[in-house]
């Protein structure tokens, strides 16, 4: 149907004192109000047309009455659909629904059904808002951007909408986020995979634990597999597994910082590599043990961070000559012969820790060279990308200023997750809860000044 809307505003202008600001100040203050009225009047021209078809049954054809008047049978215990669809009018019932521009009260026709008695509200039910529903999906959708980007407070604030922090953290919890973004990723569209755990503060001030796991893309974006919280990392490898559809030539790099518990993560679908980062790191604390300065363990640290800082060459692999790829392989071997050096002269000179922390290392610390060599996958050797999305995900939990459930962390990590990193499908999400499929559409034709002679 095709309608037009018109607005009628009076302004009072203090001609040779007003000032931008003023008035860009209080047509901002009008915008929702006077969004709520357009709202309302197309509400109750709609609900007009759908009570003239469903009464005038002898004017509009069943055709013209298709997706009008459905409403279950009335003292039908097993709440089937009727059939009937012509009604009398029953007057009218007030309606409150919360929206993103405001609460809408407006009075709500009432019908009674001529083949069952039932009564109900044909606009509630064209418009599908449930019986009980007291808040449209907007509303949820803002609510979770809101907190997503840490500013709720101001929403709430600011704006009209009516929610309480009680509520905030229901819609969090209430979303169907876990159900969705569960499509299986080919194994070949990842470049690595990552994970780590960190530390968030939940009821009365108790830790959990986080855990992300995020694949790299081929293009080396961050493709957000799953955050789990106080979960055991066996049952999240499972999920993870349940999520990457494997092919049987293809092994995913996996990156790590040595995290207790992950040395088999994901085994058969992807290689473990230690974080080069980490890893010379870690032989510092494990020298210390051994009893050594930091001024005698800085050269065989700065020896490990230089065997493992192999650069790979740029471009293709597919059309990299041989002898672009030896310089590589004579690298890699040598190496990996000097790692094997320094752990027998970290033997010889009684250096235990230092030398079996080495020893557990070198298995891992050319996984990603390995790859290279033999498929031509780059993949990313630290996990400095998921600590940067770690601390995306952790100062905006931080500034949540309540203790949240574990159902609460994890939604919200995921949406965090999902919102910063996978943009497009974020979007396609909430248009598809929205259901926005191109029905409504609304353009400003004109607006123009009507003379008034008293101004
Ligand atoms: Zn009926």
Not at 39 to 68: E, F, N, V
Not at 154 to 164: A, K, M, P, V
Not at 201 to 212: A, N, Y
Not at 436 to 448: A, D, H, L, P, S
Request: with cysteine; proline share 3%.
């Amino acid at each position: 149907m095709k309608r037009r809307i018109s607005i009628t505003c009076d302004f009072d202008l203090a001609i040779g004192k007003v000032n931008l600001n003023e008035i860009v100040y209080k047509l901002k203050e009008l915008k929702d109000s006077l969004v709520l009225l357009i709202l309302k009047q197309i509400l109750m021209s709609y609900d007009d047309l759908i009570m003239d078809r469903l009464t005038q049954t002898q004017i509009y054809p069943s055709k013209m009455r298709k997706g009008l008047g459905r409403h279950v049978r009335k003292d039908d215990a097993e709440e089937r659909f009727c059939r009937g669809r012509k009604v009398y009018r029953r007057g009218h019932r007030n309606r409150k629904i919360k929206t993103v521009f405001g609460c809408l009260d407006m009075e709500v026709r009432r019908a009674e059904c001529l083949t069952c008695g039932a009564r109900y509200s044909p606009l509630l039910n064209a418009l599908q808002v449930t019986p009980y529903s007291r808040k449209e999906t907007n509303v949820e959708h803002e609510v979770t951007e809101a907190v997503i980007d840490t500013n709720y407070r101001r929403l709430i604030e600011g704006r009209s909408i009516d929610i309480s922090l009680g509520g905030i953290h229901n819609i969090v919890v209430g979303s169907d986020i876990d159900k969705t973004f569960q499509d299986r990723i080919p194994a070949e569209d990842l470049s690595g995979i990552m994970a780590d755990g960190t530390g968030v503060k939940q009821h009365k001030g108790s830790k959990g634990e986080l855990r992300t796991i995020i694949g790299i893309s081929q293009q080396g974006r961050v493709v957000p597999l799953g955050s789990f919280v106080n979960t055991s990392w066996s049952e999240i490898d499972n999920a993870i597994r349940a999520r990457i559809k494997e092919t049987a030539d293809h092994s995913i790099p996996f990156v790590y910082d040595g995290e207790p518990g992950l040395d088999d993560f994901l085994s058969g679908v992807a290689e473990a590599q230690r974080c080069t980062w980490h890893a010379p790191r870690g032989l510092y604390y494990a020298l210390w043990e051994d009893g050594l300065k930091k001024k005698e363990s800085q050269p065989p640290i700065d020896k490990v961070k230089q065997l493992v800082g192999i650069e790979l060459p740029a471009g293709d692999f597919e059309i990299l000559k041989e002898e672009d790829k030896e310089p590589v392989r004579t690298r890699y071997e040598t190496s990996k012969k000097e790692v094997r050096e320094l752990i027998s002269t970290f033997y010889e000179k009684g250096y235990q820790k230092g030398a079996s922390y080495l020893e557990s290392l070198s298995k891992r610390l050319f996984t990603n060279i390995e790859l290279w060599l033999s498929t031509g996958i780059i993949a990313p050797k630290t996990t400095s990308l998921l600590e940067r999305v770690f601390r995306e995900i952790g100062r905006r939990l931080k500034r949540i200023a309540w203790g949240w459930s574990d159902a609460a962390v994890t939604n919200l990590s995921k949406m965090i997750l999902i919102k910063q990193y996978a943009k497009d499908k974020w979007e396609q999400y909430w248009k598809e809860k929205l259901g926005i499929k191109g029905y409504f559409n609304i353009n400003i034709q004109t607006v123009g000044i009507n003379l008034c002679p008293t101004f």
